[in-house]
């Protein structure tokens, strides 16, 4: 259980709203104990700014698994890849995922993530998104339908996983390394302990 001098007590039941193994792990990594229960909703085209849809979704999932329980603190997230300011989600088959690295190869894109957490008992909610920009060097093709193969393209915001195999894909970033995995880390702690703030244990 993580520990910080702002909180006098551990943390309340973290219910986790997204069945993503990656944000999963993330938690497991910073040492907060929590259970899964995906929304399991039908995820909309964007239509608003990527960062106001990934936070209008996040909040969404983390509101529908909310009304589920009676306390708790319950997390939901959204990612999504945008490159000249148009948003790429997760590729629809192979063809898609080499037509969406072909596209990132030598570029610079954002991923954005919107983030909210819900105070179940307190009805208090809180909801952000974090930018990260992510420089990609330029990818052979045989690299991309190589890694298209492998699998791990496949469920994920970009075609790919920083955390895996395209990490050598990735020249540089600016921002939160976790937030391109699928949670930023560090503004997830800051904004937990502020919700908790004077926030008896649920």
Known sequence: MIESPQLDDTLPNIILASKSPRRADLLKQIGFEFEVYPSEIEEPQITASPADAVQELAL?????????????????????????????????????????LTQLSG???????????IDIKRKNEVVWAEKTAVYFRTLRQSE????????????????????????AFVKRIEGCYFNVVG????????????LLEDNPKQ
């Not at 570029?107 to 957490?117: F, K, M, P």
């Not at 699998?151 to 395209?166: L, P, R, V």
């Open 107 to 117: 570029n610079r894109h954002e991923v954005i993530t919107g983030t909210a957490l």
């Open 60 to 100: 969404t999932k983390a509101r529908t698994v909310a009304a589920k329980f009676d306390a708790g603190i319950v997390l939901g997230a959204d990612t999504v890849v945008v490159i000249n300011g148009q948003p790429i989600g997760k590729p629809e088959n192979d063809a898609h995922a080499v037509e969406i």
């Open 144 to 167: 991309i339908l190589a890694y298209v193969r492998s699998g791990e393209s496949s469920d994920k915001a970009g075609a790919y996983g920083i955390q895996g195999s395209a990490g």
């Open 183 to 194: 949670l930023p880390l560090a503004s997830l702690t800051v904004q937990l302990w502020r």
